[in-house]
């Protein structure tokens, strides 16, 4: 059974950190792109940051350049998002997202 479990969101203030984990299960993300998404309240659902099976080719929302990190281990069939200088804005459930599948999400807000 494919699964994919994001973690590791949560609560920070402005200009925090945070690391974003997504753990799958029951296939091999190797020969797979796959991408982290987020989706605010009120909003549409948006691409925030995509990474190819060989981490070879990446690419992020103009809103999260320089400020985010996509990350594979395909060894340990996992994928991250390091998050620096957050905003307000980056407020949102984040959803990793391979070869049509969806993990639950994760909440990360973003407040003083």
């Known amino acids: 059974q494919v699964q994919l479990a994001e973690s590791g969101g949560g609560l920070v203030q402005p200009g925090g950190s945070l690391r974003l984990s997504c753990a799958a299960s029951?296939?091999?993300?190797?020969?797979?792109?796959m991408s982290w998404y987020r989706q605010a309240p009120g909003k549409e659902r948006e691409l925030v940051a995509g990474?190819?099976?060989?981490?070879?080719?990446?690419n992020y929302a103009d809103s999260v350049k320089d400020r985010f990190t996509i990350l594979r281990d395909n060894a340990k069939n996992m994928l991250y998002l390091q998050m620096s200088s957050l905003k307000p804005e980056d407020t949102a459930v984040y959803y990793c997202?391979?070869?049509?599948?969806w993990g639950q999400g994760t909440q990360v807000t973003v407040s003083s």
């Open positions: 990474i190819s099976n060989t981490g070879g080719t990446i």
């Open positions: 029951g296939f091999t993300i190797s020969s797979f792109g």
């Open positions: 997202m391979t070869a049509g599948y």
